[in-house]
């Protein structure tokens, strides 16, 4: 068996929360992380914002959904909705 064949893909999902859905098909979702300083081990919260294309899912703001890199759909959105929890 070739390794190429062999590899499995690894594709990069993400959970947060819909904090825009005024454009169409098109929601911003805000990912949450918890990190560790690594002089003063201190928590803190960090958080980005990630523009995912909805595709047949309707959803509103405050919906917990999973995210998952794709494509380029356009200039800013690389990421799709796959699930709302």
């Given at each position: 068996?070739?390794?190429?064949?062999?590899?499995?893909k690894v594709v990069?999902?993400?959970t947060g929360?819909?904090?825009?859905?005024?454009?169409a098909?098109t929601?911003i979702v805000?990912?949450?992380?918890?990190m560790?300083?690594?002089?003063?081990?201190?928590?803190y919260?960090?958080?980005?914002?990630?523009a995912a294309?909805?595709?047949?899912?309707?959803?509103?703001e405050?919906d917990?959904v999973i995210?998952?890199?794709?494509?380029?759909?356009?200039k800013?959105?690389?990421?799709?909705?796959v699930e709302?929890?």
């Amino acid at each position: 068996m070739n390794t190429e064949q062999s590899r499995k893909k690894v594709v990069r999902r993400l959970t947060g929360i819909v904090s825009s859905s005024k454009m169409a098909k098109t929601v911003i979702v805000i990912v949450s992380r918890t990190m560790v300083h690594p002089k003063y081990g201190k928590a803190y919260k960090v958080s980005k914002h990630y523009a995912a294309d909805t595709g047949t899912f309707s959803l509103k703001e405050g919906d917990r959904v999973i995210i998952e890199a794709s494509r380029p759909i356009s200039k800013t959105k690389r990421w799709r909705v796959v699930e709302k929890i």
